[in-house]
């Protein structure tokens, strides 16, 4: 692990992953902390289910409509112009959230941070492939994502204790910071166009999505996503409103529940990118990481258990006493868990998007599929997980995710398997 952690550590050295690592940075940490504020939304507005999981469709909607377009933009244009735009964009979100009213309000600015990370997270992973070594995708993607988790985690302490110990509008001046920060290292050291390497003339982007879809390898993943995508969102937008709503945990104590996910991944996904590139076998460590976060997504329900079985935990800090009980507990175990299967997955599935896309010299558009195929569970599990929620329960809506999890994951080794036996019949016939 430390020998992974080291080679991230190193990579950092280069002023142009440097500047893009700040991206990542701004972009996670923002992300992060945003997502406390919707549990602290949601009870302020007293909001029911439903409109607690159009706090998260309203972000992938948006970014549904345009991902596509976008990457063949990014795969044409000059990349380090949407990256700055995104920061800026970013900027502005920050303020509308600090003015926000209604739960309304709420999911307006969603839909514009929805633009702004899409920005940023398309033309990141893209320009990183484009300047990363040869046969080191692997590493250059896992360290990216490692920095991104690192960030993650600093917006949930960080901004976590933010929210707890003073107020919305403090939170996001300091997020405005931050990002203004990362859009000075990127004017400053990345190179200009580093991705848009793609003649607009030499495909149209419906060829170019047909070509991709054409490889086995991405069939199978899109498919796998197109699931996965349902039950991994619900745990995202409805673990902090669970703690908030039903246990009362604080924004400080939610943070840190979020970081226990966050830890793992900051300290595994350099080292896993590594194995990738070592070992092979990518699509294993995609599987094995979605039966894992399956796993946890099962336990979270266990929290109403725990919250009466163990007796509650007073810390002190900052002069002022937390008192926490059970579900804090166990939501912070659930979430570990759900960190070590991302970080099994996640380096895997983006290198074998990178590597797909490569094939055609459109490593956005092989980027734009990945988080396109992710939008429509995006987009539909948490307004139907809010559903479940008002209707049945929060426990049948957890488990609900979880079984969305491993039909992802049969439907991944299924579709992989006879995509490739029928890859492999049609090269032999034409030896």
Do not use: C
């Not at 484009?130 to 080191?136: A, F, G, Q, T, Y």
């Not at 933010?162 to 939170?171: H, I, K, P, Q």
């Not at 580093?194 to 495909?203: F, L, M």
């Not at 488990?399 to 439907?411: D, H, K």
């Amino acid at each position: 692990m430390s020998s992974g952690l080291g080679h991230s550590l190193a990579l950092l050295r280069d002023r142009e992953f440097a500047a893009l690592a700040g991206t990542a940075f701004a972009r996670s940490q923002a992300y992060s902390t945003v997502l406390i504020a919707l549990a602290l939304y949601a009870e302020q507005f007293g909001t029911t289910g439903f409109v607690e999981g159009l706090f998260g469709t309203a972000f992938a909607f948006v970014q549904l409509l345009i991902v596509l377009p976008l990457g063949r933009k990014i795969d044409t244009g000059n990349a380090k112009r949407f990256l700055l735009a995104g920061l800026v964009l970013n900027v502005a979100v920050f303020g509308g959230f600090a003015l926000v009213e209604s739960a309304t309000h709420v999911i307006l600015v969603r839909v514009l941070q929805g633009v702004g990370a899409s920005l940023l997270w398309i033309t990141g992973s893209t320009v990183v492939g484009e300047i990363s070594p040869e046969d080191e995708s692997g590493r250059w993607l896992g360290s990216y994502n490692q920095v991104a988790a690192f960030s993650s985690l600093a917006g949930d302490v960080v901004g976590g204790y933010l929210l707890y110990a003073y107020d919305f509008r403090l939170t996001y001046l300091v997020l405005s910071l931050v990002t203004i920060g990362a859009f000075v290292l990127v004017f400053a050291f990345l190179r200009d166009n580093p991705g848009g390497k793609t003649d607009p003339e030499d495909a149209t982007s419906v060829e170019t999505f047909r070509a991709l879809l054409a490889r086995p390898m991405v069939r199978a993943l899109v498919a796998f996503r197109l699931s996965f995508s349902f039950g991994k969102m619900a745990v995202i937008i409805f673990l902090p409103i669970l703690a908030r709503t039903e246990f009362g945990i604080n924004a400080f104590a939610i943070g840190w529940i979020l970081a226990g996910g966050k830890l793992t991944k900051s300290l595994l996904q350099g080292y896993t990118g590594d194995l990738t590139d070592r070992i092979g076998r990518k699509p294993y460590f995609v599987a094995a990481g979605a039966l894992l976060y399956g796993v946890g997504t099962a336990m979270i329900p266990l929290s109403y258990l725990a919250e009466g079985a163990l007796s509650p935990v007073a810390f002190g800090f900052a002069g002022q006493s937390v008192e926490l009980g059970g579900a804090f507990f166990a939501l912070f175990a659930a979430y570990g868990l759900l960190g070590v299967g991302d970080s099994l997955r996640l380096p895997a599935s983006m290198a074998l998007f990178v590597e797909e896309g490569e094939r055609f010299d459109s490593v956005a558009s092989s980027l734009s599929l990945r988080s396109i195929s992710w939008k429509v569970g995006q987009v539909v599990g948490p307004a139907v997980v809010g559903i479940i929620i008002d209707v049945v329960s929060t426990t049948v809506a957890f488990l609900t995710a979880a079984g969305f999890i491993v039909v992802a994951t049969v439907v991944f080794a299924v579709t992989r398997t006879r995509a490739t036996t029928e890859a492999d019949t049609v090269a032999t016939l034409g030896d």
